[in-house]
């Protein structure tokens, strides 16, 4: 089941981030960009700022949270639906939890009527093959400095509608 979070529920996106990010990144960064990017990105008032803006938090719940979505519709006034956030706990991966929650974020879109969704991904993310898989394509490279000398190398990656 997929439900939406309120603002006092966020502190069930920072504990999946912090069950999830560890596993998915440690080939690609260092504990200590994971955990500034943690801080950073998935503290309760950041999430609760990002909700009060018109950001959207889902949650994939099977008995437990196992992961989550984060959506903005109208990304930078286009009819676009950025997909900011989406992470499925380790041993939830490969039981079609993130192509749900995929799934899920093109249904919000079409109900939006919005053209596109839009992504950010780590170049060096596997999840770059998934994305490509369920039919996005990459449309610009960029390094983008997030302070403390650490960078984001990321595809923009979108998926027409």
Known sequence: MIERIAQEEVQRIEDLARATWPDTFKEILTPDQIEYMLNWMYNVDTLKEQISKGHEFYIYKDQEDL????LEPNYEGASKLRIHKIYVLPAAQGKKVGKQLMDFAEKRAQ????????LNVNRYNAAVDFYKHIGFQITKTEDI?????????????????
Do not use: P, Q, T, W
């Open 145 to 161: 400095d997030i302070g403390e000398g650490f960078f984001m190398n990321d595809y923009v990656m979108e998926k027409a509608l």
């Open 111 to 118: 109900e939006l009527s919005l053209a596109c969704l839009n």
């Open 67 to 70: 992961g989550f979505i984060g």
